[in-house]
């Protein structure tokens, strides 16, 4: 169905309220993110680990490769982590006496929370590419040695 508007529409400026609202919505956005990269973390943490510990404890003629790779995988997840719990930490107190200060220090704790958050994902991305490379050279091992 098409709509068609006889007259311009008339735009109401955003109110103080409505910039409080959004910014409080992104900064939700952003704990739920970091919330959700922490417990991604964790999961592809541990099965790293397994997959190591495996390894090294069936002395099995592997290659080096997925060692240092696993290693690898644990120390972007490790920094995923570490990052996602900073992303979510709560601010110093600083002293507001207005709504538009409030707005102001709002969005510097959410500025500083997305970047944290977003360098999180990047760690994550690398946790999972790394955890998929030492699988496929794991796989690519197992499968050309029998």
């Known amino acids: 169905m098409r709509i068609r508007f006889q007259d311009p529409p008339k735009l109401e400026p955003a109110t103080l309220d409505d910039l409080l609202k959004v910014v409080e919505g992104n900064r939700t956005r952003i704990r739920s993110l970091a919330s959700m990269i922490l417990s991604l973390c964790g999961i592809l943490l541990s099965s790293s680990f397994v997959i190591l510990f495996f390894l090294l404890k069936e002395q099995s003629p592997v290659r080096p490769a997925i060692i240092f790779v696993l290693f690898a995988t644990a120390g972007c997840l490790l920094c995923a982590a570490m990052l996602s719990v900073l992303s979510a930490l709560p601010p110093p ?36 590419g790394t955890f998929v490379a030492a699988l496929v050279i794991f796989g690519s091992a197992y499968l050309f040695r029998h």
């Open 93 to 128: 107190a600083t002293n507001v006496y207005g709504k538009l200060e409030l707005i102001d220090a709002l969005m510097r704790l959410y500025n500083r929370e997305y970047r944290r958050a977003i360098t999180s994902a990047v760690f994550l991305l690398m946790g999972l």
